[in-house]
Each structure stands twice: as structure tokens, then as C-alpha cells.
């Protein structure tokens, strides 16, 4: 099969092992999944999870965020890491929410991408996840299995999302990357994946690399 014959198929496994395609993150706004997604740069779900009830308590709207000193915004996330960028972005990108776009968060991710600290990943996940628009979230766990799927041999986030942009049906997108997420959680582990168990194998390159000739 060729490459996005591959990508349906992949599509309709994933839809069939994961029926519900979620985001691990807890959000109630756009604000909140835009903040609680730059929190989570080179930390878990789970722990931002933690972190992100209080922190929206303290601060309940973008103009508050704007007016918070970076330190007292420090002191709520410093248990996801990186706490003191994550904070001034957080700061930064309220600052210019308020300035620019009446303290809403835009539905572009042109627009989205000029706030501080926002890249691709994040802008995509807020226009698909809030906006309904068609988005390739391009995370570690997309990276991964993907590359080994066989669709690629980068590590190069933009160039994945391109590729996955002409490859998959733009309606299926976003939650084929919520899906990924969860596989590759469960099932398709970086150092230790369950080849065995796992509903892409018989679509998957390195599987198919890894499993030896029947004798």
C-alpha cells in the first residue's frame, strides 16, 4: 500500500483501539488550554494537571495574567519545570492577548504563533481542539510512531506536519494525534514498545523489520 492508503488504514486502527480521541490536558476555556499547553513543554500531563486548578483560581482571565507579577506566577508552576521561561511567556503572552486581541485567544495559528512562547504544536492543538479546525499536533509520541510506521526518518516537527497534512483526511487529523498519544503512552513506548499487542503491527515498518522470518 502506498503512503496514505497506510495513513487510513492507520487512521481506522487507532479510531478502533482508542474510540475516544481526548486531550489529557484539564481545561474549561481556550486561555486555560493555551496556558496549560505551555506548561507542559518537558513536563507530564498529569503534573500540569496538578498545577493548572490553582494557578486559574489565582489568575481567572487573561488580564489578570497581564497584571501578575512573573514571580507570583513562578511560585504556582515551578513543579512543572523550566518555571521561570514558562512563567514569562505565560506573562507575556496575556500581555499581548489584552493588547491586541481584546484578552481572546485568536483561532489561527498564524495569529497564535506570534504570542510568546506559542509554537506550532500548541497553536495546533488550540485550533483543533477549541476551534474545530483541522490540525496535526506534532508531539514526541507523533514523532515516534510515525517515523516508525515508516512515513518518515525525521525528527523535523514542520516537516511531519506537512507530511501528515497531505496524508491524512484534514477531518480525521487532530484526533488521529490525540490517538497517538495514547498509543504511544500504552502501547508503543520509546525504549520498550509491544510490538506484540499492538494494533498498527501489521502496518509497521519496524515491526515488520524486527520480526524475524518464519522458519
Same mark, same amino acid.
Given at each position: ?11 481506522? #486502527? ?24 505551555? #506548561?507542559?513543554?518537558?513536563?507530564? +500531563?498529569?503534573?500540569?494537571?496538578? &498545577?493548572?486548578? *490553582? ?17 507570583? $506566577?513562578? =511560585?504556582?508552576?515551578?513543579? /512543572?519545570?523550566?518555571? %521561570?521561561? %514558562? ?5 507575556? @503572552?496575556?500581555? @499581548?492577548? /489584552?493588547? =491586541? ?19 506550532? %504544536?500548541?497553536?495546533?492543538? &488550540? $485550533? ?5 479546525? !483541522?490540525? $496535526? $499536533? ?17 525528527? +523535523?516537527? *514542520? %516537516?511531519?506536519?506537512? #507530511? ?23 502501547? /508503543?513506548?520509546?525504549?520498550?514498545? #509491544? ?18 522470518? !518464519?522458519?
Amino acid at each position: 500500500m502506498d503512503a496514505k492508503e497506510k495513513a487510513l488504514k492507520a487512521v481506522a #486502527l487507532l479510531e478502533e483501539a482508542y474510540p475516544e480521541a481526548i486531550c489529557s490536558l484539564t481545561y474549561s476555556d481556550p486561555l486555560q488550554l493555551l496556558i496549560a499547553t505551555r #506548561l507542559a513543554a518537558q513536563c507530564t +500531563d498529569k503534573r500540569v494537571n496538578m &498545577v493548572t486548578p *490553582g494557578l486559574f483560581e489565582k489568575f481567572g482571565s487573561a488580564q489578570a495574567f497581564a497584571d501578575a507579577d512573573v514571580a507570583a $506566577v513562578e =511560585e504556582c508552576i515551578k513543579s /512543572c519545570g523550566l518555571y %521561570k521561561t %514558562k512563567a514569562r511567556d505565560i506573562v507575556a @503572552m496575556c500581555r @499581548m492577548l /489584552c493588547e =491586541e486581541y481584546g484578552g481572546e485567544v485568536p483561532d489561527s495559528i498564524e495569529e497564535l504563533v506570534r504570542l510568546p512562547g506559542v509554537g506550532r %504544536k500548541t497553536a495546533n492543538l &488550540v $485550533v483543533g481542539d477549541i476551534f474545530g479546525k !483541522p490540525a $496535526v $499536533v506534532v508531539d514526541t509520541h507523533c514523532i515516534r510512531i510515525t517515523g516508525r510506521l515508516g512515513f518518515h526518518q525525521t525528527k +523535523d516537527a *514542520g %516537516k511531519i506536519e506537512r #507530511l501528515l497534512r497531505e496524508l491524512l483526511p484534514p477531518e480525521k487529523s487532530n484526533d488521529f494525534c490525540h490517538r497517538l498519544v495514547l498509543h504511544g503512552r500504552a502501547v /508503543c513506548d520509546a525504549r520498550k514498545p #509491544l510490538c506484540d499487542s499492538c494494533c498498527l503491527n501489521g502496518i509497521c515498518d519496524t515491526c515488520q523489520k524486527n520480526t524475524p522470518e !518464519p522458519s
